[in-house]
């Protein structure tokens, strides 16, 4: 887009910068219409100050062109606005500024101060606004565009809040909120896709099995889910195929809507870098998950075990207990089996080719000195599979002989509490509003509350997806065990086994002995 200055050759004399601004271009949205162009509205805006500069006997010198940039937000730096404060200070290449409106030069008190301090140093600077009378060359003038400025800041304070209380509000009651159409869902937001919503709920009922996320976004690009390119990004690097981020995809899983609840974020919670985790977000009543209109993709426990799972890798990454040797998939007990003399994790590795051990049995596990253990270790390796494989599956059976009833598992346990919670702010509120305690005090407390919330929440959905397991997983597990890849079996069994201690046999060709191989399960 190019903004064109007051052409050569004109009788005018006074060089100005023309400043444009327009919050939000919705030409340079996903999913534009086709119609709209970028910058229309600026160029617009340049077209009546070019118009009204002429009688004055200026001319634009130079334009400053914040397109797409709100003036609002105190944490976003309007680039050309910075520039346009460094020329007005120099006072060469301009001398003075033309607006369209005073909103369009400044939304925020301190935005209009800076200007207002360069106009008072330099009394000579001009700055007229288009509508709206602003004069920045009079004090008169200064004054009524700080006012002007410090009540547009308040009543975009008011608006965002009065728009997140109905908001909240609405999401309490269940009312669908507006938006683009979610993944999984047809165009009116309530129906289900009949193949997005297949594939999004195999998606969501493979993650507890290990299925990770990386491998479900390479499935749906083959399937043709495709992320929307903006048009800059066409402009820039034209028509391609691109697969969806991998934010996107666990955004898209863990969204509390694929098993019907409502979730409500505000808008100044959004700010941040980082793409919200929206299972923290599930709007609660009296201690209950709010249910929205739409129909589900999948049952709350089924979500609440995705979930959790995804939680569960996440703080093993940040505290950095996902080790190399746990990443493997060719062995079934790396990353579980641990040496009996110093409890070093075994590693697996092939014996020598065209060895006796090798043709029998192919590879072994061993506690490598090389790498920080004892080396007092090494036993073969398929034997030690098979024995903690079948004892496994026996674990397996005699759950499965124990009715699982619906009671064993109470994932409503904390609904109390948490309505209790919820009470115990609204009145720690109350108390700070008639003054009987101070900011600091209800601070502490509703700090305390709502650390103590987010728990319970957290222990809800491990609960639900506890009972999701013991109800359906188990019973098919037997079934589809053999034709289970090594990294779902690991998968299972590190939910029930904490480790393997293996101990030393002895050289020799001597019998295998089970009882010298320990499974230490979960409790």
């Given at each position: ?24 271009d ?27 500069v ?12 914040d397109?797409?940039?709100?003036a ?13 404060l ?56 200064r ?41 999984g ?63 996107t ?41 709010v ?9 709350p ?7 959790e799972?995804l ?10 207990l ?24 075994l ?15 192919g ?29 496994f ?26 309505a ?34 987010a728990e319970?929440?957290?222990?809800h959905?491990?609960l ?18 053999d034709?289970?890849?090594?990294a779902?079996k690991k ?33």
């Amino acid at each position: 887009m190019i903004l064109d200055t007051l052409p050569r050759g004109t009788s005018a004399s006074l060089p100005v910068g023309a400043y444009v601004r327009l919050s939000e271009d919705k030409a340079l949205k996903a999913g534009a219409a086709a119609w709209r162009r970028e910058g229309d509205q600026v160029v617009d805006q340049l077209e009546k100050i070019n118009a009204f500069v002429a009688p004055l006997g200026w001319y634009v010198a130079k334009v400053y062109n914040d397109n797409n940039t709100p003036a609002s937000d105190p944490l976003i730096v309007r680039g050309d606005f910075e520039e346009m404060l460094v020329d007005l200070e120099m006072g060469v290449t301009i001398q003075g500024i033309v607006f369209y409106h005073s909103d369009r030069l400044a939304r925020l008190e301190y935005d209009a101060a800076r200007i207002n301090r360069l106009y008072t140093i330099n009394t000579n600077l001009v700055g007229k606004a288009v509508t709206g009378g602003t004069d920045l060359s009079t004090p008169e003038g200064r004054s009524l565009f700080m006012m002007q400025a410090t009540m547009g800041g308040m009543e975009i304070h008011r608006n965002k809040a009065r728009i997140s209380s109905t908001n909240r509000r609405l999401a309490e009651q269940g009312v669908m909120h507006g938006g683009p159409r979610p993944f999984g869902w047809e165009e009116d937001r309530s129906s289900l896709h009949p193949v997005e919503s297949e594939d999004l709920a195999a998606a969501i009922r493979a993650v507890p099995s290990g299925k990770k996320v990386g491998s479900i976004r390479n499935e749906w690009f083959g399937k043709g889910y495709k992320k929307r390119q903006t048009k800059k990004g066409r402009e820039k690097h034209g028509e391609r195929d691109m697969p969806l981020d991998h934010s996107t995809v666990e955004a898209i899983l863990v969204n509390p809507r694929n098993c019907g609840y409502m979730a409500h974020l505000p808008q100044s919670e959004r700010r941040a870098g980082a793409r919200p985790w929206m299972p923290d977000h599930v709007v609660y009543k009296n201690g209950k998950p709010v249910r929205g209109p739409w129909e589900p993709v999948v049952t709350p426990e089924e979500w609440a075990a995705c979930v959790e799972t995804l939680e569960d890798r996440k703080k093993k990454r940040k505290k950095g207990l996902n080790k190399p040797h746990e990443t493997s998939e060719k062995y079934l007990l790396a990353g579980i089996a641990r040496c009996g003399k110093c409890m070093f994790p075994l590693t697996a590795n092939w014996y020598s080719k065209n060895s006796t051990s090798y043709e029998r049995y192919g590879y072994r596990y061993a506690c490598l000195s090389s790498l920080g253990g004892c080396g007092g270790v090494t036993r073969v390796g398929p034997p030690i599979e098979d024995l903690v494989e079948s004892a496994f599956l026996d674990e397996v059976r005699r759950s499965l002989d124990a009715a699982v009833n619906d009671d064993d598992v109470d994932e409503t346990v904390h609904n109390k509490r948490l309505a209790e919670i919820e009470h115990e702010i609204e009145e720690v509120n109350q108390r700070r509003k008639s003054k009987r305690i101070t900011i600091a005090q209800a601070l502490d407390v509703i700090e305390d509350l709502e650390k103590e919330r987010a728990e319970l929440r957290s222990e809800h959905r491990r609960l639900m997806a506890s009972k999701l397991q013991r109800k359906t997983e188990y019973p098919t597990l037997l079934k589809h065990w053999d034709g289970y890849s090594i990294a779902e079996k690991k998968h299972r069994l590190k939910r029930d086994i904490r480790a393997v201690i293996v101990q030393a046999q002895g050289r020799g060709r001597l019998p295998f002995k089970p009882e010298l191989i320990e499974i230490e399960w979960i409790t």
